[in-house]
């Protein structure tokens, strides 16, 4: 088996860079200061933002 690439070896930037809630198009700004605030976002608040399912029932 071949052994992957370490992510935090080479010249990769793994760096958290908070993104700008007043040039948004998809998410809502609170959303985005969730993202800011904990670096990730939902993968249900993605869908509903993007696609506008309302309820995870219908993934």
């Given amino acids: ?3 992957k690439p370490d992510p935090t070896e ?3 930037d793994l760096s958290f860079y ?4 007043s040039r948004r198009e998809a998410l809502s700004a609170v959303q985005l200061r969730a993202y800011n605030e904990v670096g990730y976002v939902s993968p249900s608040d993605v869908l509903i933002a993007i696609v ?3 309820s995870p029932a219908h993934l």
């Fill in 1 to 3: 088996m071949e052994r």
């Fill in 10 to 12: 080479g010249d990769r």
């Fill in 18 to 21: 908070p993104v700008d809630i």
């Fill in 52 to 54: 506008g399912v309302a």
